[in-house]
């Protein structure tokens, strides 16, 4: 299955954002490649879409994109369940496409990095269909996590662990010869077997995959599950029957295990030997900040996404209380923090944290001032809000099937974006979209706000702009905090000062901060006249 690409690929990364260090105060952008362009018409986003539309992302003032996966695969997660992960899936192109999309994007000034994907496997993959086909005693099985039964003739799980999609994190097989056989471990769907990181030939293979994915040109990994891959010796009973409510606040006995952090300290060695600065970037859900610095001490991963700040209410002393301890965990390590807002798992934004756009808006130029690296997830620099009455029928969330009564969540972020006003799918594609998109899509596409002094897009690539030209934004790993009245932050980042109204109503500041640079809303006053309800403003000092 696996593809073969002529002697183009590059060999090293290109001279873009070189910055030494460039990932520090980087804005990443995540390109869900199903959602963002389609190439060929087909309903479906691939990447030569995304090629395509390259030129947008570097107008609108990222450093990197990072893309989701793109690899061969059943889609019974969409892509986090890969059959081959040297090979392109066909619905999104093949090792030609990738490689001309990592030189473009190198081209344009934009790092590249992709998703892997080490937890677990598709059943499709070629060790766990030979797994199967073998049967109980064949060493590789041992690959996997493969296990009898308990109770009469084996017919309970292993252990009482839960999938994160819902019902029994295992799956019993059948022999060889039809009989009911072993039982397997998935903590996601049962088409993602997990992997037996104990094994040699696991991390021999994925070590194997990282050099592969360098070799093409790859700035950097973000790696899927990274606190999953190590589970206890002898995967032993978790004795709580409601563990999805358990998930990041404590460490599990198949989630954040220290023996995780041997498996990053190799990696690292071989993001080195590579040179160019690339790097790793943990999805770590973890029980605190500081368990996440784990993950980027200096031989290991270099970002972890902060979902403690993607979970932070809009509520200033929790903000501040979380942004605080964020810059403190990191200290330790010498990382810089992550900020995120929205991703492909989770309620965009703006609908999210339950002031639509304003409040939004808001949110954003915060994340903006502070220290750091911040990921923008695609279609919220349009301000588009989550899609919450998909029917049933055209949802392909496995979280939505696989858990009784769940709310299927996942597809309301993953609607394809629109880029023009009208036409099919609003210049997705030729041949509609995969989700269908609401009616009133058009007068946020793209096309509609650009130029919109007032728009959320132009909000965005002025806010980036801004941080471009003034390091000052996104440098360091401290804000230093101003008095504020009740509800309002206000902290300086060197010449700059940002004020977040988070409340209802308008505040006056006691004393001007400045020069207005950037507002989240319409507002020209100095601070003193009352800063409008949910608007966050950058000052000049
Ligand atoms: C990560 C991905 C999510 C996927 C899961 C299993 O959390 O972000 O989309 O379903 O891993 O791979």
Not at 262 to 283: P, T
Request: charge should be negative; include cysteine.
């Amino acid at each position: 299955m696996t593809q073969h690409l002529a002697a183009s690929a590059t060999g090293t990364a290109a001279a873009t954002s070189d910055r030494p260090g460039w990932w520090r105060d980087a804005v990443i952008y995540q390109v869900y490649p199903r959602s963002f362009a389609d190439g060929n018409g087909d309903g479906m986003g691939d990447l030569p879409g995304i090629r395509r539309r390259l030129p947008y992302l570097a107008e609108l003032g990222v450093d990197a994109v990072w893309l989701s996966p793109f690899y061969a695969s059943p889609q019974a997660d969409a892509g986090y369940d890969v059959a081959d992960y040297r090979a392109i899936d066909p619905m999104f192109g093949d090792l030609h496409d990738a490689d001309a999309l990592i030189r473009d994007a190198h081209g344009l000034g934009l790092r590249v990095i992709v998703d892997l994907v080490p937890n677990h496997s598709s059943d499709q993959h070629e060790w766990f269909q030979r797994a199967l086909s073998e049967g109980p005693g064949s060493p590789v099985r041992d690959r996997y996590h493969f296990r009898p039964g308990k109770g009469a003739d084996g017919a309970e799980p292993p252990n009482d662990w839960e999938s994160i999609f819902g019902g029994p994190a295992w799956t019993r097989t059948k022999n060889p010869d039809g009989t009911p056989g072993e039982w397997y471990l998935h903590l996601f769907a049962p088409e993602q077997p997990d992997f037996n990181w104990d094994h040699p030939a696991v991390r021999d293979e994925f070590r194997t995959v990282l050099r592969f994915w360098l070799d093409m040109g790859v700035d950097g990994f973000r790696i899927d599950v990274a606190h999953g891959m190590v589970k206890a010796p002898g995967l032993p009973d978790m004795g709580h029957g409601e563990q999805l409510k358990l998930l990041g606040s404590q460490v599990l006995p198949f989630f954040d295990q220290d023996g995780v952090h041997e498996i990053y300290r190799s990696w690292r060695q071989i993001l080195e030997e590579y040179g160019g600065d690339r790097i790793g970037v943990a999805e770590a859900w973890t029980p605190s900040a500081d368990r996440t610095a784990l993950y980027l001490r200096p031989d290991e991963l270099h970002q972890a996404f902060n979902f403690h700040y993607l979970n932070a209410p809009w509520e200033s002393a929790e903000l501040r209380r979380v942004i605080d301890e964020s810059l403190d965990s990191m200290r330790p390590v010498g990382a810089a923090t992550t900020w995120v807002l929205s991703n492909h798992d989770v309620v965009r934004h703006t609908t999210r944290l339950g002031g639509g756009l304003t409040r939004a808006r808001a949110a954003t130029l915060l994340m903006l001032a502070l220290p750091g690296s911040a990921y923008v997830y695609q279609g919220e620099e349009l301000g588009l809000p989550e899609v919450t009455d998909l029917p049933d029928d055209v949802r392909q969330d496995p979280s939505f099937f696989k858990s009784n009564g769940q709310d299927g969540l996942r597809d309301g972020c993953r609607v394809p974006i629109p880029w023009t006003t009208s036409g099919t799918s609003f210049g997705f594609g030729e041949g509609g979209s995969w989700l269908p998109q609401p009616e009133g899509w058009g007068a946020l596409s793209v096309q509609a706000q650009t130029g919109d002094p007032g728009s959320t897009l132009e909000l965005y690539r002025t806010a980036l702009r801004l941080r471009r030209e003034h390091a000052d934004l996104g440098a360091g790993d401290a804000v230093e905090w101003l008095d504020a009245p009740e509800g309002v932050l206000a902290f300086r980042r060197g010449a700059f000062t940002c004020t977040v109204n988070t409340t209802g109503v308008p505040v006056a500041l006691p004393a001007s901060p400045g020069r207005v640079l950037l507002a989240s809303g319409p507002y020209e006053g100095d601070g003193t006249d009352g800063i409008p309800a949910g608007t966050t403003v950058w000052w000049s000092v």
